[in-house]
């Protein structure tokens, strides 16, 4: 099973990006890797996934770098409502299953 | 865009009885999970599920718990004796793709706030 470790928390104000590291160490050689946001009381949402390099949305960028032992979600100019825990899954059976403690983003105005 | 959608947003039952949470997957999809979160804790897998039947299923999972797909759209999840340790919000999810192995992401409802007292 592949093991992931994030921040707890991270602090961010209005309007300036932040950056959340994820090491995934023995990621399975076909694995993804995919972001989930969730809002208090509301199921996860899926924000992006990827392989490697780069991938873009209209909400989010993730950076997987050559080795894949870790990616980084970026979301640019966060907004109060970004407030949110932020979870990265390696997608293959069993861990896509598991969801961690993720990483609590408080945005401040 | 559609969605999956969870009934009743909040059910409050009493220890012992039994409850059922309702779903309507996204309609092409093909595996259907249920999670649980505890307040404050983490979001758990309790059991995935395919061609009617149960793929997977956690030690969360035991024999008080039951699902089934009645109808071909709905996708339900009975509790048969409910214990206080069973309060949680309980999210039902679906994928299109072919479950574990490949790279579809899941799609979460909203969930259904159970309360057993």
């Known amino acids: 099973l592949a093991k992931t470790t994030q921040p707890i928390s991270m602090d961010s104000y209005e309007g300036q990006e932040v950056n959340i590291t994820c090491s995934h160490n023995n990621i399975a050689t076909n694995d993804y890797i995919t972001w989930y946001q969730q809002f208090p009381s509301q199921g996860p949402r899926f924000i992006i996934q990827?392989?490697?390099t780069k991938v873009t949305n209209e909400v989010a960028s993730l950076f997987i770098p050559a080795d894949r032992k870790s990616s980084t979600l970026s979301l640019p100019r966060v907004s109060l409502s970004d407030t949110a825990v932020y979870y990265c899954?390696?997608?293959?059976?069993?861990?896509?299953?598991?969801f961690g403690t993720g990483t609590r983003l408080q945005v401040f105005p | 865009e559609p969605e999956v959608t969870q009934t009743p947003s909040h059910q409050v039952t009493q220890m012992g009885q039994e409850v059922i949470l309702r779903c309507v997957p996204i309609?092409?999809?093909?595996?259907f999970y249920w999670y649980r979160q505890i307040l404050g804790q983490k979001v758990e897998f309790l059991v995935s599920f395919y061609n009617n039947e149960i793929s997977e299923k956690s030690e969360i999972f035991d024999d008080q718990f039951s699902v089934e797909r009645p109808d071909g759209s709905n996708f339900t999840l009975k509790i048969r004796s409910t214990k206080l340790e069973d309060s949680a919000m309980y999210f039902c999810?679906?994928?299109w793709g072919e479950g574990f192995t490949v790279n579809s992401p899941l799609h979460f409802g909203n969930g259904t706030r159970l309360t057993v007292t």
């Open positions: 999810a679906s994928e």
């Open positions: 899954l390696p997608l293959s059976a069993n861990d896509k299953l598991i």
């Open positions: 990827g392989y490697k």
């Open positions: 309609s092409n999809h093909l595996y």
